[in-house]
């Protein structure tokens, strides 16, 4: 009876720490599923130091994980599908202060959703790579050229890329669900430099 319940004391034991590591990321191959590109960033930023990237992806795990994205209200879903139109529609004539209010845009949404407040875009940057790998890339580019960092042919990659986090935010869907939506026919004729690239790339940066 004793040994019995010596047993099942250390089965417990060693779920509760599988959890936990699993909670975490999984180690190396489970931060690498779950981070994707991101996972490489990291390993480049600490100069192929593969142990001292995943000390830091586990580190983000670990303050942002337990995050529970805050749904939106119908009113303001609306107001921010508007307002991003809106600033498609200006990119063509403007491509400077279009990215900048779309970088603007997305930091405000993200706040709503439950991250990070934008004014700490890395802390605000690191929690949404946790729960949104596969669109911070498209984030981060945009910061940079919403500071005058690159000329126009890539503020229109920044905002083509950007787009996806948008509608990741923008949507009731889990990050799965939201990884798999495919642009919908009303979201390309709202896609002006799909029309107008030749254009884009000879106005120069404003």
Same mark, same amino acid.
């Given at each position: 009876?004793?040994?019995?319940?010596?047993?099942?004391?250390?089965?417990?034991?060693?779920?509760?720490?599988?959890?936990?590591?699993? #909670? &975490?990321?999984? %180690?190396?191959?489970?931060?690498?599923?779950?981070?994707?590109?991101?996972?490489?960033?990291?390993?480049?930023? @600490?100069? #192929?130091?593969?142990?001292?990237?995943?000390?830091?992806?586990?580190?983000?795990?670990?303050? @942002?994980?337990?995050?529970?994205?805050?749904?939106?209200?119908?009113?303001?879903?609306?107001?921010?599908?508007?307002?991003?139109? #809106?600033?498609?529609?200006?990119?063509?004539?403007?491509?400077?202060?279009?990215?900048? *209010?779309?970088?603007?845009?997305?930091?405000?949404?993200?706040?709503?959703?439950?991250?990070?407040? #934008?004014?700490?875009?890395? *802390?605000?940057?690191?929690?949404?790579?946790?729960? @949104?790998?596969?669109?911070?890339? %498209?984030?981060?580019?945009?910061?940079?050229?919403?500071?005058?960092?690159?000329?126009?042919?890539?503020?229109?990659?920044?905002?083509? *890329?950007?787009?996806?986090?948008?509608?990741?935010?923008?949507?009731?869907?889990?990050?799965?669900?939201?990884?798999?939506?495919?642009?919908?026919?009303?979201?390309?004729?709202?896609?002006?430099?799909?029309?107008?690239?030749?254009?884009?790339?000879?106005?120069?940066? &404003?």
């Amino acid at each position: 009876m004793f040994t019995a319940v010596i047993i099942a004391f250390a089965v417990v034991v060693v779920a509760a720490a599988l959890f936990v590591r699993l #909670g &975490r990321g999984g %180690g190396g191959r489970g931060l690498k599923r779950r981070f994707g590109p991101e996972y490489d960033r990291a390993v480049a930023r @600490h100069d #192929g130091d593969t142990k001292a990237a995943e000390r830091e992806l586990d580190e983000r795990v670990k303050r @942002h994980g337990s995050l529970a994205e805050q749904p939106l209200p119908p009113e303001a879903r609306e107001q921010y599908v508007a307002q991003w139109a #809106g600033i498609q529609e200006q990119f063509v004539e403007s491509p400077q202060k279009a990215v900048t *209010e779309a970088d603007a845009l997305l930091a405000r949404l993200a706040k709503d959703r439950g991250f990070p407040d #934008g004014e700490q875009f890395e *802390e605000q940057a690191a929690a949404i790579s946790v729960h @949104h790998a596969d669109h911070v890339e %498209g984030y981060l580019r945009m910061h940079t050229v919403a500071r005058g960092q690159g000329d126009t042919e890539e503020m229109r990659v920044a905002m083509v *890329e950007a787009r996806g986090l948008f509608d990741a935010l923008i949507t009731e869907q889990s990050a799965d669900s939201s990884r798999r939506r495919q642009q919908s026919p009303d979201d390309q004729r709202h896609t002006p430099w799909t029309r107008s690239r030749r254009h884009a790339k000879g106005s120069g940066t &404003r």
